[in-house]
């Protein structure tokens, strides 16, 4: 087994541990995750590990498909215990996210592919962030924060690394790490616990 398939063991591995801790969450009644999000990150991932794999980005497309298959999985239970308040806005992101998946197959250019996908995937948490900005108790941070470093492991395993196939990985990284620093800093603003491990104040 060479370093790349090690680095995307680990990435899944790493995946694993961040769904396992967010399931847990929201098992406990902490964590309301919001469906739209999920629902169309695990769409853009899916098209993102596509256009990586045509790239020529080797082991690290393994980890890429099992985020975007427990990306969906989370969006289906989402829909039946998640975040219920769905606004126009959200609305609007999930349609305008739909209608741009099959200009990326047009362009016939997996770079350009690639950066759709990024534009996609940062409607696509609009929802979520709007949610979190009153409510960032649902979110849990250090559940981001181990998904940036499984992104540090998915771009260790390209085994030719150039700017298409490292920047979606790249991308995913920077968000979920300013992700879980917007949720603390939203979550010190309004008086709740730094993480989801601390009991919340009566």
């Known amino acids: 087994m060479d370093e790349y398939s090690i680095f995307a063991l680990a990435a899944i591995g ?7 801790t967010y399931l847990y969450t929201i098992y406990q009644g902490k964590t309301k995750p919001h469906a739209f999000t999920w629902l169309l990150l695990g769409s853009v ?14 082991p690290s497309t393994w980890a890429m498909g099992f985020i975007a298959l427990t990306s ?4 289906t239970l ?3 215990i998640g ?19 099959p200009i990326w197959k047009m362009t016939d250019n997996a770079i350009w592919a690639v950066t759709i996908v990024v534009i996609i995937d940062i409607l696509s948490y609009w929802p979520t962030i709007r949610k979190s900005y009153n409510k960032p108790h649902t979110e849990p ?17 390209v085994p030719e690394p150039n700017f298409g196939n490292m ?12 992700f879980a620093l917007y949720i603390v800093i939203r979550r010190w603003q309004l ?12």
């Open 14 to 20: 790493l995946a694993a541990i961040r769904y396992g």
């Open 45 to 58: 991932t899916s098209v993102g590990t596509w256009a990586q794999f045509e790239m020529g980005a080797g």
């Open 72 to 75: 969906l999985f989370i969006a």
């Open 78 to 80: 989402s829909f039946f």
């Open 83 to 101: 975040e219920k308040d769905y606004t126009k806005s959200d609305w609007v992101a999930l349609i305008v996210c739909f209608m741009a998946i």
């Open 141 to 157: 941070p250090i559940s981001a924060v181990i998904s940036g470093v499984r992104y540090l492991f998915v771009i260790l395993a």
């Open 167 to 178: 920047m979606y990985p790249f991308y995913l990284l920077l968000v979920d790490w300013g």
């Open 191 to 202: 008086g709740y616990p730094l993480h989801e491990y601390v009991k919340a104040k009566d």
